[in-house]
């Protein structure tokens, strides 16, 4: 097979994120679950924003930041997602493309405003977020390039394209062009709430083979196989003979196949101050390690340190090089 | 005298910062001025922000900085400065607002668009302003209400209002309402090619007692009198017998008068991120020591405090509560 234009695409919801400092009786005043993304409409948005502190704007929207992440490590990388042609629109287009990531998705020229996400960040580092999606769930089937997908050796997709009605069919149109031109599909969960509202569907694409590689956090996989107990949900998840791979926070990640599972610490840090961002940045390590051969464990180191290096600042997209983090931590990535 | 309903009232151009990290060669190529403020127009603007990378988006501004610096310290605080009715004004005007700081100046319906500042900053932590003034154009005398300079015990203007030329207007007159109600005015001299464009003036401002208190780093102070030697510009600023601060980034401050000059070492940091906003923090954290009293020297450290909270991390509001922060380093601000 020659060698493919793009190493990975993803396809997502654009959002850009607004993000405060917020004590942690703000969230109980707004009745928001810490540490998770909840819808919230226009109006609600509004309101949400009128009570946080003052606020950082930046680029967001989970796929998108890996595939920053992505090509932060030097790793040829694309991406689709749904904007208004507005300021924020704008914006995002603008930091997108200058990371130097193929972005070509047209812009919305009336309908409702790019999608913004609140992000509340309390003491302890944690992230609550709460989603307008906007011109998001204006994306659909036809804003899938079919050359673009084929020419990608890996599609990656978010578990929140669930979320806007018309971005599921782009989901599963993808996939089925990546699939048909043999490369692989690659979906994180994206939030233990969202795997609540579409366990099933979720299931499903795992066990039709429709995704070949499954990114979870801790939470999220626990929601899947709606269980308390990890040891019990890991082992689920080893029976699906997928790729899966699990982060754990603190406590590092795991590989998990059929017949192997890799325990890899977490990278250490000085100072955590913003969580946003953090499984993003480690599915942008691990699959940079992958599409350029990287053993599972060595992708999973590098996924940490992508993940250590975003939640030590606000904002969910790396301020250094990876590919320099990469090579100072002694995982320089093979060309 | 009643106690007045505001500590510190600030009057400066209102901004919006779009922050990126840049290498060196990036600002050799667009022939900027390290560590400076440059004024371009609304085209220069477009271009330089196609030059730049993934930015973050915070609400900015020199005084405006200064004053929600204050309000962080639990001072009384209000501010003037003029937007549009945009996106960015909007944003800005919820920021300062949610900082506790009164603000209520009108918004332009019409005009230019709210300024913005893309600042470059450097590997080295060291910041390169590019300001395009937009709505600032339009601050004038109309805008300076005469009951709120009256009701404020300190007026901080800065001296970046010299390059929107309405504003100049707005300055003097505000500072006439301030000292006939018995008032003090600082200025802080903002920028070393700033002071160049108006060193007369600046000078006359001085020598006129139309302020009482100026704050300047050494860079303006040797620009002001227009010599190399630091300490020959000292001498120059202790005959003017105001009270003068002077700061010196890592080698601390000094308070000069005309009889006593008190030297007091920087904060120590642990990593130097972003310095924009340094200068501004540094006069939040002198004056909210000024205005509840505290000897000038721990007026100092509480500057020196503020400084080293905001150089830690991208752009050039606090992100922690600063009368906390005084509190944990035995400087508590008496009420």
């Known amino acids: 097979m020659a060698e493919q234009k793009f190493e990975v695409l993803g396809l997502g919801n654009a959002i850009v994120d607004v993000i405060a400092a917020a004590e942690d009786d703000l969230l109980e005043r707004e009745n928001l ?13 509004a309101l949400l924003y009128e009570a946080m502190g003052s606020t950082t704007i930046t680029s967001g929207g989970s796929a998108a930041n890996t595939i920053v992440g992505l090509a932060s490590f030097g790793i040829r990388s694309a991406f689709i997602g749904k904007l208004r042609s507005d300021d ?9 493309r200058s990371s130097g990531v193929h972005f070509e998705t047209p812009f919305a020229v009336d309908g409702p405003a790019t999608a913004r996400c609140l992000i509340l960040v309390t003491p302890d580092g944690e992230r609550t977020m709460n989603t307008y999606l906007g011109a998001c769930q204006n994306l659909g089937p036809d804003d899938v390039d079919e050359n673009l997908v084929r020419s990608a050796s890996v599609l990656y997709l978010e578990g929140y394209l669930w979320d806007p ?3 599921k ?30 366990r099933d569907e979720f299931l499903d694409l795992i066990r039709t083979k429709t995704v070949d590689i499954v990114f979870a956090n801790q939470h999220e996989l626990r929601s899947l196989y709606q269980t308390a107990d990890f040891e019990t949900a890991v082992n689920a998840f080893r029976e ?5 791979i699990v982060t754990r926070s603190e406590h590092g990640s795991m590989v998990v196949t059929r017949d192997e599972t890799w325990s890899v ?32 464990k060595d992708a999973a180191r590098l996924g940490g340190l992508a993940a250590a290096e975003v939640i030590q600042h606000y904002g969910a997209r790396p301020l250094v090089r ?14």
């Open 265 to 296: 610490p977490a990278s250490p840090i000085e100072r955590l101050v913003d969580t946003t961002g953090a499984g993003d940045l480690f599915a942008a390590g691990f699959l940079a390690g992958l599409v350029r051969g990287c053993e599972l």
């Open 240 to 244: 699906e003979n997928i790729l899966g």
């Open 169 to 198: 069919q782009a989901f599963v149109k993808a996939a089925g062009i990546a699939h048909a031109a043999g490369n692989r599909v690659a979906l994180t969960l994206s939030d233990p709430f969202c795997v609540d509202r579409y």
């Open 322 to 335: 990876l590919d320099d983090l990469a090579a100072e931590n002694g995982l320089a990535l093979p060309l």
């Open 88 to 96: 924020a629109g704008h914006a995002f287009s603008h930091d997108i």
């Open 33 to 45: 679950n810490k540490g998770s993304m909840t819808l919230v409409d226009e109006q609600g948005a």
């Open 165 to 167: 009605p018309a971005a």
